[in-house]
């Protein structure tokens, strides 16, 4: 009988703990991102959760709603700006939109190499642009890793930017990458993410995008060229809703803040190191791979787009004339 009694005593003693710690239960951050596990932006996200939850000693818990769960990157970003959603990580092209100046970013050809990338985007310089996100109801936490973007399609090797003619080409939904492949010579068509059936059936002939994207989203089943032209270096934005991070207490703000820019060193290792490995992927699932296009017809094809009117707006192009400085 003791025994029992003891033993209702240690039952009862157990929900109460149990009622007490979920009293104490962690904040819930949800984050949108429209890649499946295993991409570059849920490396991000499962790093940055995990040093949150670590340095906050529990006190935040991150959701990481993935590939798509809650829909388009612009339809996700409309959700962090009303507030529904906490945090996402999104490609800078659907950005276009909300803060236009963040396109400099993605100019093409802007920068040589990994290394310019580190010194300028993750610098002084990239933390400007992420301070202008305010003004569309987002903090900028830091920049992640895409990559530089690579030209896929299914009819026909391209190697210099003549064999772009005429090709139809899935663009990010951004105006600066439509103009881009109109510049080019090809029939852009902005589209969000994912895009295998499209490719599948046909309704476009090529998209360009980071070898890691073309290898984990199967598009080697549908495309047979791969020209390494690196126009772009595409990037990620790890983003909250404003008015939800500014009431946060300070030294939270600060934490997200630096857990999420060491999640996107983190990031941007393991993306550079898994490259090779890539590209012989591809290769062995029979991709015919073009490693050396003519870059330089490229390059000179797109210098006109400095000159539109999307760039001649002032603080725009101050920026984009920063940028270009220092690369
Ligand atoms: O992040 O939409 C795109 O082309 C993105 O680069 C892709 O979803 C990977």
Redo the contacts with the bound molecule.
């Keep these: 009988r003791i025994f029992l009694n003891l033993l209702c005593v240690a039952f009862f003693c157990a929900l109460l703990c149990g009622t007490v710690s979920s009293a104490q239960a962690a904040t819930v951050i949800k984050l949108g991102l429209?890649?499946p596990p295993g991409?570059?932006?849920n490396i991000t996200a499962e790093k940055f959760a995990e040093l949150l939850h670590d340095r906050s000693a529990g006190k935040y818990e991150v959701k990481i709603f993935h590939s798509g769960s809650l829909g388009t990157?612009t339809e996700i970003l409309q959700q962090v700006q009303m507030g529904a959603v906490e945090m996402a990580i999104v490609?800078l092209?659907p950005f276009d939109t909300f803060v236009p100046q963040v396109k400099v970013v993605s100019f093409p050809f802007l920068f040589r190499d990994y290394a310019q990338v580190d010194s300028v985007l993750y610098g002084p310089l990239g933390d400007e642009v992420l301070a202008l996100l305010s003004r569309a109801g987002f903090q900028g936490l830091s920049f992640s890793e895409?990559g530089f973007r690579n030209l896929t399609n299914d009819l026909r090797p391209v190697h210099s930017v003549a064999d772009v003619k005429g090709l139809k080409i899935r663009v990010?939904e951004s105006t600066l990458h439509k103009e881009l492949w109109r510049t080019l010579g090809a029939n852009p068509t902005p589209m969000?993410?994912p895009i295998y059936s499209e490719l599948q059936q046909g309704t476009i002939d090529g998209?360009e995008?980071?070898l890691w994207?073309t290898w984990t989203s199967r598009l080697y089943e549908v495309q047979k060229y791969l020209s390494l032209t690196g126009h772009v270096y595409?990037a990620?934005i790890d983003i909250a809703n404003l008015g939800w991070y500014k009431n946060l207490p300070q030294d939270d703000q600060q934490l997200l803040r630096s857990c999420m820019k060491d999640a996107s060193v983190y990031q941007r290792d393991w993306n550079r190191t898994q490259l090779a490995d890539f590209l012989a992927k591809l290769k062995k699932a029979g991709m015919i791979v073009d490693e050396h296009p003519d870059v330089e017809s490229f390059r000179s094809a797109v210098l006109p787009l400095k000159d539109l009117p999307m760039y001649q707006e002032p603080e725009t192009k101050a920026l984009l004339e920063k940028f270009l400085a220092a690369t």
Aim: no cysteine; aromatic share 6%.
């Design positions: 429209v890649t991409s570059a932006q990157e490609t092209g895409n990010m969000g993410w998209q995008n980071p994207v595409s990620h």
